[in-house]
């Protein structure tokens, strides 16, 4: 059975159920806690439908996702899933990774940070409402990612991983592939795609 939550309060409660650390004091969401109710409350007050998608708080319109947040190690983040379309005059947005061409986030590390945001994150959350309504997406260019030597080691390994892999959706490959990629040890890699390897026989993306 998932234990991953269904409401956002559970999430709050119990954390995303991604990890081991899920429902106990150690889990990330609970050092986050307040923030995390703050940046509810400011999504709350839009027109956006909240849910839970992947573990973690997401706002939709009429069933499209367009912002989520959560808990990190080291801060809070709201993600705006299309977010390079968003006008940001002050600079403030980042990219969600250094290959991303599509979402854009703020992270914080304390409630006054929020508290001050408020009004941008208002903003940018309707500029994302009016982009969604109107079918607006960001146009991706392709990126080519190599495959990792550990991944061909693996489809040695494992029968029946490459043939999985290539069966996804060329999004999901290029998801594990930048997340494998992105690891600078070799150690490393090989423990990304050990801990991958189930998801992407059952046809699932990295975040799924």
């Known amino acids: 059975m998932s234990r991953l939550p269904d409401t956002v309060d559970t999430y709050l409660l119990r954390g995303c159920g991604r990890c ?30 909240e849910e839970v998608k992947w573990g973690v708080p997401c706002y939709t319109l009429n069933g499209k996702n367009v912002v989520l ?7 809070v983040s709201i993600s705006f899933l299309n977010g390079a379309l968003l ?60 495959l990792p030597e550990e991944f061909v080691a693996a489809f040695q390994d494992m029968p029946g991983l490459e043939r999985a892999f290539y069966a996804l959706t060329p999004g999901r490959q290029r998801g594990y592939l930048l997340h494998f990629s992105q690891a600078k040890q070799s150690t490393t890699r090989a423990a990304r795609i050990a801990k991958s390897a189930d998801a992407i026989l059952r046809g699932k993306g990295l975040m799924e």
């Open 69 to 75: 947040f959560g808990a990190l190690k080291e801060s």
């Open 20 to 49: 081991e650390l899920f429902d106990s004091p150690a889990c990330k969401v609970n050092r986050w806690r307040t923030e995390l109710e703050v940046l509810r409350a400011i999504m709350q007050s839009t027109e956006l439908t």
């Open 87 to 146: 006008n940001d005059p002050a600079g403030i947005l980042q990219k969600a990774g250094e290959n991303s061409q599509v979402d854009r986030l703020l992270r914080f590390t304390h409630i006054d940070q929020i508290v001050d945001a408020t009004e941008a994150i208002l903003d940018f959350a309707q500029q994302a409402i009016a982009y969604t309504a109107a079918g607006k997406k960001v146009e991706r260019q392709a990126v080519k990612v190599e």
